[in-house]
Antibody
Framework: QVQLVQSGTEMKKPGASVKVSCKAS????????IGWMRQAPGQGLEWMGW????????NYAQNLQGRVTMTTDTSTSTAYMELRSLRSDDTAVYFC????????????WGQGTLVTVSS | QSVLTQPPSVSAAPGQKVTISCSGS????????VSWYQQLPGTAPKLLIY???KRPSGIPDRFSGSKSGTSATLGITGLQTGDEADYYC???????????FGGGTKLTVL
């Protein structure tokens, strides 16, 4: 079955970087893209961006431009999201999800990765 | 503050029907498909509706979606206690060139 498995919990200090992985299985990786979303404690979902696993094209949320980089490794069917210059308000659960395009129909989702930013 | 507006909460009794609205603008809902997700407590979201009104395999027909102009609606009939969750709408904004989610609606089945 189609499955996305994310890397584990991270604890980072302000100013550091984090790189979350999302390993896909059960489908041809390059046929779809991967979207990244996050959810701060007690808050709603925030769209962070999307990357095509076919050609590496990306769309990033404006408020994260310059701090976020999304990449894929087609040899291992894994997507990565790196967020730099971490702040306390980056504390959230980060999700990856498969989609054909950047604008929705995200299915399925990874289990989520908790990133805590604290001094 | 989300560009897509959802009511913070809705409630209804078991067996009843509820609708959840998602209001946007011409550049997002008015021009693009809408998806809906269910997020049970402590879990990842699950796709319920895509392309405004289509259900993925395995989603019961108690769940339905519709779109009119710059608003979309999720309907749930035959409410069950297991439907208690947060529900989110999602679409693309052609002007901002970004994806976006509604603020989410908490469904309580009384």
């Amino acid at each position: 079955q189609v499955q996305l498995v994310q890397s584990g919990t991270e604890m980072k200090k302000p100013g550091a970087s984090v790189k979350v992985s999302c390993k896909a299985s059960g489908y041809t990786f390059t046929t779809y893209g991967i979207g990244w979303m996050r959810q701060a404690p007690g808050q709603g979902l925030e769209w962070m961006g999307w990357i095509s696993a076919y050609n590496g094209d990306t769309n990033y949320a404006q408020n994260l431009q310059g701090r976020v980089t999304m990449t894929t490794d087609t040899s291992t069917s894994t997507a990565y999201m790196e967020l730099r210059s971490l702040r306390s308000d980056d504390t959230a659960v980060y999700f990856c999800a498969r989609s054909l395009g950047p604008g929705g129909r995200f299915d399925p989702w990874g289990q989520g990765t908790l990133v805590t930013v604290s001094s | 503050q989300s560009v897509l507006t959802q009511p913070p909460s809705v409630s209804a009794a078991p067996g009843q029907k509820v609708t959840i609205s998602c209001s946007g603008s011409i550049s997002n809902i008015g021009s693009n498909y809408v998806s809906w997700y269910q997020q049970l407590p402590g879990t990842a979201p699950k796709l319920l509706i895509y392309d405004n009104d289509k259900r993925p395999s395995g989603i019961p027909d108690r769940f339905s979606g519709s779109k009119s102009g710059t608003s979309a609606t999720l309907g749930i009939t035959g409410l069950q206690t297991g439907d208690e969750a947060d529900y989110y709408c999602d679409t693309w904004d052609s002007s901002l060139r970004t994806g976006m989610f509604g603020g989410g609606t908490k469904l309580t089945v009384l």
